[in-house]
Each structure stands twice: as C-alpha cells, then as structure tokens.
C-alpha cells in the first residue's frame, strides 16, 4: 500500500529565509509518481510539480527546488528566499503505476512565512 | 481554458436533505476525481472515473454517496440522506491521462446542520 508522510505539520518562517518540507513515501511499486501541490488560504489546490521515480534529477523552479532521493524514498521541496506569499498548506502526493490514477496525499504542511 | 469548475461553491442545508455536488472537467481530460478534505481525514479520494466509466470506488464512504458522470463535460457527486459528518469541502479534479497531475476545481464546502 501507499503512504505519504510529511512529518512538518507547521513551520513559521520570517521572509527571507529558506525552508525545506520533507516528504517521506512508501510505495511496492518500481515506476511511480511523486507531486507537489499548494494550497493557499484561499482554499484551491494548485499543482506545483510532478516527478517520475525514473528521474532523480533535482529539479529548480525560481525559488522552488525539490530534492528526489530514491535511497531515503524521499521527495523534499526547498523554497529559498521565503516570501510572504508563500504562506499556504504544502501537500506531497503519490501515485503507483499500478494503482491507476489513485493519489495519496500526506497531511499537510502548514507554512507560515512572517515579514 | 476556464479550469474546472464546481458548483454551488458553499452548500449550507439540514441533515436528512439530498445534497448535489456538480463538476466540470477541464475540456479534453479522460480522468475526473471526487475528493473530500476534513481536517480529521485530510484529502481523501473519493472515487474517480476514466472515460466517463466509474474505475474506483473504494473511498466512497458509505451507500449515502453516489456520483456518476453522463459525460465528458458533467459529473455529480450527491448525498442522500445527508449527516452532520458529511461537512467538508469537497474537491473534484481532472487529468488527461495516467498518473500526470490533476487540476483541481475551488471546491464546495458544505455545511450539514
């Protein structure tokens, strides 16, 4: 079975600072795919990244950048130079090859990021 | 493209009433999601269809739940009768093709008094 965990269920910050939320997986499955996606407070679930487990090549977006590691199953997401804007739930997600389009989401990290 | 969209966007109503969730895919996406956030459960799916056809149903909580999809641009979700621990806010995604991301609509939270 698969499962997602975020073990950060809140983080504050002050703006400017860099934050990573960790996500750790379980999977049986040998092709699988991990996702990040955003929620702010406005309540909408906003896709940031989808990664294949064939590509462990780190992956930067501005000042998003996220960390796949095959050996540690994990799948962190690294925000640099935090602003305020990045205030918002972060949910890490699953889904196995095999498992059709079935996404298991982690619970959540709840970032905070102050002036 | 005009994203997904859900309707009503809050749904306040008694229990006992029947409630009807309402989703539209984005044009040209194969898979549709039915999703329910609470704080207890987290994001939990629900059920999700491929080419209009129910392909998983597991997360349905119970027989009160029942969703379909007539076709490629509509799908309901709908409660009947509807209780108290229904209250959510309830997600309807879609994708095009296996395993790539889901676009996800603003959702509806309904309140069940």
């Known amino acids: 079975a698969q499962k997602v965990t975020q073990a950060q269920t809140e983080i504050s910050v002050v703006e400017k600072e860099d934050v990573t939320l960790d996500c750790v997986y379980e999977?049986?499955?040998?092709?699988?795919?991990l996702f990040w996606y955003k929620q702010p407070p406005s309540g909408e679930l906003v896709f940031l990244i989808r990664?294949?487990?064939?590509?462990?090549q780190n992956e930067i977006s501005g000042r998003y950048s996220w960390n796949f590691q095959k050996s540690t199953s994990s799948f962190n997401f690294t925000i640099t130079a935090s602003q305020v804007v990045d205030s918002a739930v972060y949910f890490c997600?699953?889904?196995?090859?095999?498992?059709?389009?079935?996404?298991?989401f982690g619970g959540g990290t709840r970032l905070m990021v102050k002036p | 493209d005009a994203g997904v969209i859900q309707s009503p966007r809050h749904e306040v109503t008694e229990m006992g009433q029947e409630v009807t969730l309402r989703c539209k895919p984005i044009?040209?996406?194969?898979?549709l999601f039915w999703y329910r956030q609470t704080m207890m459960r987290g994001l939990e799916l629900l059920i999700y269809?491929?080419?209009?056809?129910?392909?998983?149903d597991s997360g349905m909580p119970e027989d009160r739940f029942s969703a379909k999809m007539p076709n490629a641009s509509f799908s309901t979700l709908k409660i009947q009768p509807s209780e108290p621990r229904d209250s959510a806010v309830y997600f309807c995604?879609?994708?095009?093709?296996?395993?790539?991301?889901?676009?996800f609509g603003p959702g509806t939270r309904l309140t069940v008094l």
């Open positions: 997600a699953l889904s196995e090859n095999n498992a059709g389009n079935m996404l298991t």
């Open positions: 269809f491929n080419n209009n056809v129910p392909i998983d």
């Open positions: 995604a879609s994708g095009q093709g296996g395993n790539n991301e889901q676009f």
């Open positions: 990664r294949n487990s064939f590509d462990e």
């Open positions: 044009s040209g996406h194969d898979y």
């Open positions: 999977t049986r499955d040998t092709t699988y795919y």
